[in-house]
């Protein structure tokens, strides 16, 4: 197959809604029936979508989601785990994980580390139904990444939703920043699709935080977002989308639509008289 095919098909790969990847590879499937070589072309676009989307995954034997991550990774589809002190295997394209081994990351902010999980155990507690979260020393051991992601999916409702959080922060400057990114699709009658990307900069913390003040910020700004997100699902109701369309139509009577077949469009609908 063409590099051009293998570039589309994997843009649509990584473009997958939350919770659909594997419709969209059984989609891929059926339209590369006669190439089925094709999927194996695909293992760095499903790596990239893993990594991107903090996909989540129970190791053999535990109960707990463990997050799959660029900040995590230890290379050749390696993943390490700070709270089971152990590394991973992951398969992207089973979203499996095998060869569990014990492993414990070298890094001089271990403590700090140990305490961010502690701390972001509880705001998760607080502030989602379920989700999964991280702590992982980055850029040559001068950053810490605080990873957060909650999933939430309705397929028989027609809707699946992601919240993903990605903070960094610096031990040597206490700056804080991040990016907070809620991924939604509903396709029930219809195919809407809600992307944000929120930066968050100039969080303010002391020189010297604890990992409690560190998450408190985070809190903060979520909860704060989170408010921001809700007027503006308000203003759509009552604003943008009722001015896409009238409320009646130019006979002011709502249509019968189980008798939409019967009408003759200029006559009924229109109000005018057939010829």
């Known amino acids: 197959m063409s590099t051009s095919k293998i570039s589309t098909l994997s843009s649509f790969v990584e473009g997958a809604?939350?919770?659909?990847?594997?419709?969209?590879?059984?989609?891929?499937?059926?339209?590369?029936?006669?190439?089925?070589?094709?999927?194996?072309?695909?293992?760095?676009?499903?790596?990239?979508?893993?990594?991107?989307?903090?996909?989540?995954?129970?190791l053999p034997g535990g109960s707990q989601e463990v997050i799959v991550s660029s900040h995590n990774s230890l290379g050749e589809g390696r993943f390490y785990d700070v709270e089971s002190s152990s590394s991973f295997v992951f398969d992207h394209a089973k979203g499996k994980a095998s060869d569990v081994q014990s492993?414990?990351?070298?890094?001089?902010?271990?403590?700090?580390?140990?305490?961010?999980?502690?701390?972001?155990?509880?705001?998760?507690?607080?502030?989602f139904p379920s989700a999964a979260f991280g702590a992982?020393?980055?850029?040559?051991?001068?950053?810490?990444?605080?990873?957060?992601?909650?999933?939430?999916?309705?397929p028989g409702n027609f809707w699946n939703g992601r919240w993903r959080s990605l903070y960094i922060f610096s031990p040597s400057n206490a700056s804080l920043t991040g990016t907070i990114k809620v991924d939604v699709h509903y396709y029930e009658d219809g195919n809407v699709r809600l992307i944000t990307n929120k930066p968050v900069s100039g969080l303010s913390v002391s020189s010297t935080p604890s990992a409690l003040e560190?998450?408190?910020?985070?809190?903060?700004?979520?909860?704060?977002?989170?408010?921001?997100?809700?007027?503006?699902?308000?203003?759509?109701?009552?604003?943008?989308?009722?001015?896409?369309?009238?409320?009646?139509?130019?006979?002011?009577?709502?249509?019968?639509?189980?008798?939409?077949?019967?009408?003759?469009?200029?006559?009924d609908i229109g109000g005018g008289r057939s010829r």
Do not use: C, M
């Open 214 to 267: 560190i998450i408190k910020q985070i809190s903060t700004t979520e909860k704060k977002y989170q408010e921001e997100l809700n007027r503006a699902f308000g203003n759509l109701s009552e604003g943008a989308f009722k001015g896409l369309r009238r409320q009646l139509p130019v006979t002011r009577q709502k249509i019968e639509w189980e008798k939409i077949s019967s009408y003759r469009l200029g006559q």
């Open 136 to 154: 992982y020393p980055i850029e040559n051991d001068s950053s810490v990444a605080i990873v957060i992601v909650a999933n939430k999916y309705s």
């Open 17 to 58: 809604p939350p919770g659909e990847l594997d419709d969209v590879i059984a989609d891929i499937k059926a339209l590369t029936v006669n190439d089925p070589a094709i999927l194996k072309s695909l293992d760095p676009a499903l790596a990239k979508y893993n990594e991107e989307q903090f996909s989540t995954v129970k």
């Open 103 to 127: 492993y414990v990351h070298e890094t001089r902010h271990l403590d700090l580390v140990k305490s961010l999980l502690k701390s972001l155990a509880a705001h998760v507690r607080e502030h």
